[in-house]
């Protein structure tokens, strides 16, 4: 500590309680005079000695005042300390007391420094203030400080005798209102019709703004004191000055209406002559016949900033360029008698020391009596003419050099008309090296001639009228891409004419940017039709494979129902596990195929998150507890119950990582952790981890873990079974909800994946009218009629039919399946799509168009299709409902129950109403009105229908159908059922890819919202 305060720039010195100095620093040591041997165990009083620097009385130890006090003391003003040798400098200095552990005061720290020079400084400030202050009290001339906002801060007794005024009068008043202005005297300073033209104020803002005094105003005031209004001239000079930082403006004035008026009455005295002269806008001179100056104008006076005597003494010649005046000499010597004027351009030294450009007159000068009397010449500043012509001349030289070195080939023409003012040819002016090689031409044998002689096949097939345009019209044309049959090349042009009668062309080359982007075109246009070959082929290739594996999973289905043995029945359960997992994998190859072809859409519904992580935790737990795993979930608090967003993708996502933890998991545990990431507004981000205590990943291998067709390892694929685009199709998922995925894993101790995905805040979605109760004997004994042409098919969903008792009729086609229609009337028609003869869609037509309004006979479809928008499709082609191969026993009995409880409600039905899922419901006449109307939900509506038309205007099919779909979703929260169904098939038409069915149906959803919109 000691080396510390030896070496700071303060002197610290410290004592006993008797005021014996224990401690003193090297600085105080300096300060003092004293060695540190001869202070110690000094009295303070002796070594610190104190004195008054004005007076030079003693004054009180500070030590003693902390002494008695116990509190921190300072020094008074000008206190001074006395060294050992005599000298005395001013100090400041802190005194605080040092205490014991029983707060008692067992001695005083002394921290001071030398402020001599410091107040000596305040001092010459302070006297310089006043000598300033008593320089503008005292002065002869009138002045006045103002502030930024013209406000009179101070004025000295000069200027109030000027005015006759007081300082109450004038202080704290805008200066025209403290001057007594006549414009000020209604409005106030600024305000009046004139005060915009003051030239005073102008000067005042300016010199606020540049920070440069302003002088030379003589300015005329106007002003009403006492009543009495009075005219006097003022000359005017402005300083710019800072008191205490800020900035002000000082305004000198003196009365010069004597002076102004003696003069005023000098220039009314000069002749007629004279004065015209004086007034002429140039700069005007007179020499005697030996060319001696014997008159100069004031223009010419002011210009070259000297007297008009002193131009006469020096001579006009003295200010001439030096460059110049040989040249001027040996004008004047040659032409100088001729009677004509005789004009030369030459440089003249201007006041501000700059040579500015004048061109000259001079002319023989004639008395009354026509005897020569000298040369009169005449001066026109023409600098800024001349400045102008030498700027355009090195643009133009400028512009010039860069054409001529353009990489892009420049040509230059003259328009060759014919007598109607038609362009019949162009003549070649110039070209750049550029124009050269790109067409083998040399600038000297092509200037003059004409475009017909170079390029007798034409270069390119110009637009007929081109050039006439270009000329006449003032455009500028560019020709993106033009094609020289001759050259067999590509070029671009641009064409312009940059004067009249002139054509200007500039050439690119870009053959080869051309030939590339056709060769990119034509790869692009393979890619695109391989893409399609491959979404084509996965398409047949699932309907293929979901065909056979319909019967292998009803076969399996219908066996389970006969008695078995433990062996067979387990035998049969891993014959359908397999038949799911082959359906899982052909499910992900299609997510995949339409992901690449980007037609996987996203979904936005309201759902309960709780319940959906709930559902997929015990659909997961059977798998979890087969293998003996602990399995468990999270849920952490302060995440909104509802959520709007795509609960299928989510399920998707959490049912392939839940799935792969527990196929990779042999011993130990798998957990679900959902937490809230980010809560903003209407935006709610969630962060998932799914942990196993599996095989885990080693991370070298992490790199493969997302990545299309990959797994981590052969082995695993062959051990666990898999495609490897579980993750892939995960991660484009997480991305196209908003998120990101991520792993942390070790090798041998298991994996956590993380994602996060970014929803909406949702409402609690509205519970689904259940349909009225329907007896169980409706279902005992259907006829059914079933349209199939595959035989396994065929006879599997024949024995689940006959199964639950009903009757059923079987169709080998189409035609067959009409044939049986005519003669017997069924409850159900299952209708395969894909059969011969005729297949599933004409038929339904068929039957559509035969039963008419009187009848309807429920038609399920039944197909192998099963990609997005195909329900919808099938249900717009006449179709009830619809069930995708494969399916089981329980979701076949479940579409034909639902499908015949809407047939029984035919009779009692009002109309449709379309769910959240896009099924058609049937409703009852006490079902058919809105709900409590929504003003706010019904405005949403038509700013949807204005976004639907300019879509469609656009014919953007795509956007239509979004906008269609949001429709149908808002009438769905507002219970209008008619409109619903109508926005619907405006979907449907979308997906029909059909402009004329989307402007029909649009027409009768508009017409029926104009009518809600009347009587509500």
């Known amino acids: 500590m000691s080396a510390v305060l030896d070496n700071i720039g303060d002197g610290v010195i410290a004592t006993n309680k008797q005021g014996k100095i224990d401690y003193i620093n090297h600085t105080a040591v300096l300060l003092t005079g004293w060695t540190e041997k001869e202070a110690l165990g000094a009295d303070f009083r002796e070594v610190f000695s104190l004195i008054n620097i004005k007076s030079g009385k003693s004054l009180e130890s500070p030590i003693d005042e902390v002494m008695r006090s116990n509190t921190i003391a300072g020094l008074k003003n000008n206190s001074a300390v006395i060294s050992k040798s005599g000298e005395r400098f001013i100090v400041s200095a802190s005194c605080s007391p040092i205490k014991d552990g029983n707060n008692n005061i067992d001695g005083v720290v002394v921290v001071f420094r030398d402020i001599t020079r410091i107040k000596k400084m305040e001092e010459q400030l302070i006297e310089e203030r006043n000598n300033l202050e008593m320089t503008f009290n005292h002065s002869p001339v009138g002045m006045l400080i103002m502030d930024n906002k013209r406000v009179i801060k101070q004025v000295n007794n000069a200027f109030l005798k000027m005015l006759g005024l007081t300082d109450r009068e004038v202080l704290g008043l805008c200066y025209g209102d403290g001057i007594c202005c006549i414009g000020s005297r209604e409005n106030g300073c600024g305000k009046g019709l004139d005060c915009g033209l003051c030239e005073i104020r102008q000067r005042i803002t300016k010199v606020f703004e540049t920070g440069i005094p302003s002088k030379d105003l003589v300015n005329k005031q106007t002003l009403m004191i006492d009543g009495i209004q009075k005219s006097s001239w003022y000359s005017f000079f402005f300083v710019p000055v800072h008191i205490s930082g800020e900035r002000y403006v000082l305004l000198v004035l003196n009365d010069v209406t004597e002076s102004k008026e003696r003069e005023q009455q000098l220039i009314q005295a000069n002749n007629f002559s004279l004065k015209m002269m004086e007034n002429f806008p140039a700069m005007i001179w007179k020499t005697d016949e030996k060319g001696r100056n014997v008159y100069v104008g004031h223009t010419l006076s002011e210009f070259l900033g000297k007297s008009e005597q002193q131009i006469m003494e020096e001579g006009l010649l003295e200010y001439v360029h030096p460059d110049e005046r040989e040249r001027l000499a040996d004008k004047f010597n040659r032409e100088i008698d001729n009677p004509g004027l005789n004009n030369i351009e030459l440089r003249i030294k201007h006041v501000n020391g700059h040579y500015r450009w004048i061109n000259i007159i001079i002319k023989p000068f004639y008395d009354m009596n026509g005897n020569r009397d000298g040369y009169i010449g005449m001066g026109l500043d023409v600098n800024d003419k001349k400045i102008t012509e030498t700027l355009l001349q090195e643009s133009e030289e400028r512009y010039r050099f860069l054409f001529m070195n353009l990489h892009r080939g420049f040509a230059y023409h003259r328009a060759i008309t014919d007598k109607q003012g038609n362009i019949t040819d162009l003549e070649f002016l110039m070209v750049n090296e550029a124009y050269e090689k790109m067409f083998g031409l040399e600038a000297e044998k092509i200037a003059g001639r004409l475009y017909s002689d170079i390029f007798p096949e034409g270069l390119v097939d110009f637009e007929e009228g081109l050039f ?119 499910n992900d190859i299609l997510d995949f195929s339409k992901m690449e072809a980007g037609k996987l859409f996203i979904d936005n519904v309201n759902f309960d998150i709780k319940k959906l992580i709930e559902e997929i935790f015990k659909s997961q737990s059977p798998l979890a507890d087969k293998k003996g795993l602990e399995f468990n979930y999270s849920f952490y608090s302060g995440i909104p119950q509802f959520l709007k967003g795509d609960p299928n993708r989510l399920k998707q996502i959490l049912n392939n990582l839940i799935g792969n933890a527990i196929k990779f998991t042999e011993h130990g545990e798998v957990n679900i952790v959902v937490r809230k990431s980010l809560i903003e507004k209407d935006l709610v981000e969630l962060k998932f981890s799914v942990s196993d205590t599996g095989i885990g990943i080693g991370d070298e291998e992490k790199e493969k873990l997302f990545k299309t067709f990959s797994q981590v390892d052969g082995s695993i694929s062959r051990k666990f079974g898999g495609t490897g685009l579980g993750l892939a199709i995960s991660r484009q998922l997480v991305e196209m909800l908003g998120g990101r995925i991520w792993i942390e894993s070790e ?85 395969d799509i894909h059969m011969p003869e005729i297949d599933g869609v004409e038929a339904v037509k068929t039957i559509r168009e035969r039963e008419g309004a009187r009848k309807h006979t429920p038609v399920i479809a039944l197909t192998a299709h099963a990609l997005q928008g195909d329900r919808e499709r099938f249900l717009g082609l006449g179709m009830d409902e619809y069930i995708p191969k494969p399916f089981t026993m329980k979701e076949l009995y479940q579409v034909i129950e639902a499908a015949v409880v809407n047939k029984q409600e035919k009779t009692e039905v009002k109309g449709i109403r379309i769910d959240e899922d896009g099924n058609i419901i049937l409703i009852s006449e006490e079902n058919t009105g809105l709900k409590e109307f929504d003003e706010e939900i019904f405005a949403e509506i038509e700013n949807a229908l204005s976004g639907l038309i300019v879509c469609l205007d656009g014919k953007d099919l795509e956007l239509v159908g979004k906008f269609a779909h949001d429709i149908k979703n808002l009438c769905n929260k507002m219970g209008a059922e008619e409109l619903k169904s109508l926005a619907f098939q405006i979907e449907l038409a979308v997906r029909r890819n059909s402009i004329k069915d989307v402007l029909y149906s649009y027409v009768n959803f508009h017409k029926e919202l104009k009518t809600i919109k009347k009587y509500i």
């Open 468 to 586: 006439d345009k270009v000329i006449n019209e003032g455009k500028s044309i560019y020709l993106n891409e033009i094609y020289s049959h001759v050259l067999e090349k590509w070029y671009s042009m641009a064409v312009y004419s940059p004067q009249k009668e002139h054509i200007a062309v500039v050439v690119t080359d870009i053959d080869e940017e051309k030939k590339s982007e056709i060769e990119l075109k034509r790869a692009k246009e393979e890619a695109e039709k391989a893409n399609k070959s491959k979404s084509e082929f996965l398409a047949n290739m699932s309907h293929e494979i979901r065909t056979p594996l319909n019967g292998v999973v009803g076969m399996i289905d219908l066996t389970l129902l006969t008695d078995l043995d433990p062996e067979q029945r387990d035998n049969l359960s891993t014959a359908k596990s397999c038949a799911n997992s082959l359906l899982k994998i052909i």
């Open 747 to 831: 090798k041998g101790k298991g994996s956590t994946f993380h994602f996060t995905v970014r929803f909406l805040k949702g409402k609690e979605a509205a519970a689904a009218q259940p349909n009225e109760t329907v007896s169980g004997r409706a279902f005992d004994s259907l006829k059914i009629l079933l349209a199939e042409d595959d035989n396994v098919n065929k006879t599997v969903i024949t024995r689940m039919l006959r199964e639950r008792g009903w009757n059923v009729d079987v169709a080998r086609n189409g035609l067959e399946a009409l044939e049986f229609h005519k003669k017997k009337n069924y409850d159900l028609i299952l209708m």
